[in-house]
């Protein structure tokens, strides 16, 4: 059953493929000309059914591998391509290891994530210590391509595995007094360098925050793989949060506790520098950063010759879906 979010986003079912045929290069062709005798069944593009072939198998638990072969696939818009597997994984923020764009990929392979565990409190009938097996065990996989848009003005398109945020939320109960989600990311010194270094400044942990008619919108996903895989540790092994419309630094990563609050939180950006990233951070091409205009952006992987720039959607092209959420509000203030 495919998954359908109706507006912008609308998706062919002409660009995806079955798991078991991404899973090798020859099953990937194979895969394709078998289902091209059957318009019912989708699958990806050759281009993008080639970099899902080059995704290096990796070792997961076993509930993952339970759970992916109850995957439900979303299709790939008509005019996008996914972003290759290695420029997803190799060009990321995670300054827990870094400030350089390669040093996640190049010092996260020490932090441990096997067990892990998630702390939940605050205003919620069902708090308490829950490992992602847990979290996980009620529901099946869905992988979800999303754009996602950093504030930095590049973007990338990402096939995510996850569930909905807001299945956890409603099997935690939240009480009526919680009107907003914090989230919080693991901090080990020991095992992450960067808070060590130059980044040592912010105050760790990382927070972020979303409202909770956002964390509850059905475009909210906690994500646990991409490409097929679970998540490197670069870009948020085990749980990660993926919130689309926004740009990427609300989207936490190595995510260990999850508070059900009244007050609005302060997050570790908007503390550092409000004037420049704000609580929303919806992704809005008519309110510049201070320091770069946001109306445009370069699409990765591009090139020093062929920058593949666009222009940016509101809310990162998802406005139908989600606009109805701030009505009223002045998204030049609200920001």
């Known amino acids: 059953m495919l998954i359908k979010i109706p507006g912008v986003g609308d998706c062919s079912e002409s660009q995806v493929t079955p798991e078991k045929a991404y899973l090798g290069r020859r099953r990937v062709l194979q895969g394709m000309m078998a289902s091209a005798a059957c318009s019912v069944i989708p699958r990806l593009s050759w281009a993008d059914a080639e970099r899902y072939a080059d995704v290096p198998a990796t070792a997961a638990p076993g509930w993952f591998a339970d759970k992916l072969r109850h995957t439900r696939w979303q299709a790939l818009p008509e005019d996008e391509s996914l972003t290759p597997y290695r420029d997803a994984t190799h060009y990321n923020n995670f300054y827990e290891f870094g400030p350089g764009k390669g040093d996640p990929a190049r010092n996260a392979a020490g932090m441990v994530i096997e067990p892990w565990a998630v702390m939940v409190d605050g205003e919620v009938e069902r708090p308490g210590k829950y490992s992602v097996e847990e979290l996980f065990a009620p529901s099946q996989l869905e992988e979800r391509i999303y754009r996602l848009r950093c504030v930095e003005a590049w973007s990338m398109v ?20 919680a009107k907003y989600v914090r989230f919080e990311t693991l901090a080990r010194p020991e095992q992450m360098p960067g808070m060590r270094g130059d980044f040592s400044l912010i105050d760790w942990p990382y927070v972020e925050a979303l409202r909770m008619d956002e964390a509850m919108h059905p475009l909210t996903l906690l994500a646990v793989g991409m490409y097929g895989r679970v998540l490197p540790n670069q870009n948020g092994a085990p749980l990660r949060l993926v919130v689309p419309w926004k740009y990427g630094f609300k989207s936490i990563k190595s995510i260990v506790r999850i508070s059900f609050v009244r007050e609005q939180p302060a997050t570790t950006w908007q503390r550092m520098a ?47 879906q989600v606009s109805h959420l701030y009505a009223g509000m002045d998204l030049s203030r609200d920001y």
């Not at 996850?162 to 939240?174: C, D, Y």
């Not at 609580?279 to 109306?295: G, I, K, L």
């Open 158 to 177: 990402i096939p995510w595995l996850g569930f909905p945020l807001a299945e956890l939320i409603r099997r935690l109960e939240p009480t009526s007094a």
């Open 274 to 320: 409000p004037q420049e990233y704000g609580f929303y951070a919806n992704v809005n091409p008519q309110v510049s950063h201070p320091r770069w205009s946001q109306a445009r952006e370069r699409r990765l992987p591009g090139s020093l010759f062929n920058p593949s720039i666009r222009e940016t959607l509101l809310f990162n092209g998802y406005a139908d």
